[in-house]
């Protein structure tokens, strides 16, 4: 049984446009999460995270919104960028982040067309 | 300053042969990580070193799995008598503890096809 689960396995948008690529977990200890994004033949690439103290973080293009009650998150890209192109991995974490392992959605990939 | 590096990139192997693939973290990283991603799936984490030590091996899918870190700094994942559900990419990551949220560099994986 998943823990973290990422619904939609792909998701396509215009150049310029908003993509919201959204998160459900089922573990109540997880207490911070993470997105990844991740190109073919490389590794996955840190691009924001959120603690579960908080219900938004925000850097440049990217906002991570946290809903603690639904136990659901969504990453947002705005504006959406051809070079956004990518699998994104939502992952969770139950130590805060500070150590241990991070447990990892199936992926969404986004394809931002230009 | 180079990321963490994994070798080999490709692997090919027989099943039941041995095969080890190797992790180099980031210099000055006491944290190491070694997730598994097979097709379609996210990473699935197997086993996290925090120094020399095994901190967390709980995602190793069974004996036939091992890994080793002796000096704090590399690191071999060791599979015994492969089968070809292990074929993935197997990922190794690396972090700096410190207090507060510790980010997770990620290596370019090692793919391993069991025939």
């Known amino acids: 049984d998943q823990q973290v689960k990422q619904n939609s396995p792909s998701l396509s948008v215009q150049e310029g446009r908003i993509s919201i690529l959204n998160c459900d977990y089922t573990n109540s200890m997880f207490d911070y999460f993470l997105w990844y994004k991740k190109y073919p033949a490389e590794g996955p690439t840190f691009l924001i995270s959120?603690?579960?103290?908080?219900d938004k973080n925000e850097d440049g293009r990217f906002t991570v919104f946290l809903n603690k009650s639904a136990k659901h998150l969504s990453l947002h890209i705005v504006p959406s960028q051809p070079g956004d192109s990518a699998v994104y991995f939502c992952?969770?974490?139950?130590?805060?982040?500070?150590?241990?392992?991070?447990?990892f959605g199936k992926g969404t990939k986004l394809s931002v067309k230009p | 300053g180079a990321g963490v590096s994994q070798t080999p990139s490709n692997k090919v192997t027989e099943k039941g042969k041995y095969v080890e693939l190797r992790c180099d973290p980031i210099s000055g990283h006491t944290a190491l990580y070694w997730y598994r991603q097979s097709l379609g799936q996210g990473p699935e984490f197997l086993i996290y070193?925090?120094?020399?030590?095994?901190?967390?091996d709980s995602g190793l899918p069974n004996d036939r799995f091992f890994a080793v870190r002796p000096e704090g700094s590399v690191s071999t994942l060791k599979i015994q008598r492969t089968e070809r559900g292990d074929s993935a990419v197997y990922l190794c990551?690396?972090?700096?503890?410190?207090?507060?949220?510790?980010?997770?560099?990620f290596g370019p994986g090692t793919r391993l096809t069991v025939l």
């Open positions: 990551a690396s972090s700096f503890q410190r207090g507060g949220y510790n980010e997770q560099f």
């Open positions: 959120i603690s579960s103290i908080k």
């Open positions: 992952a969770a974490s139950g130590y805060g982040g500070s150590q241990g392992n991070l447990i």
């Open positions: 070193f925090q120094g020399t030590g095994a901190a967390d």
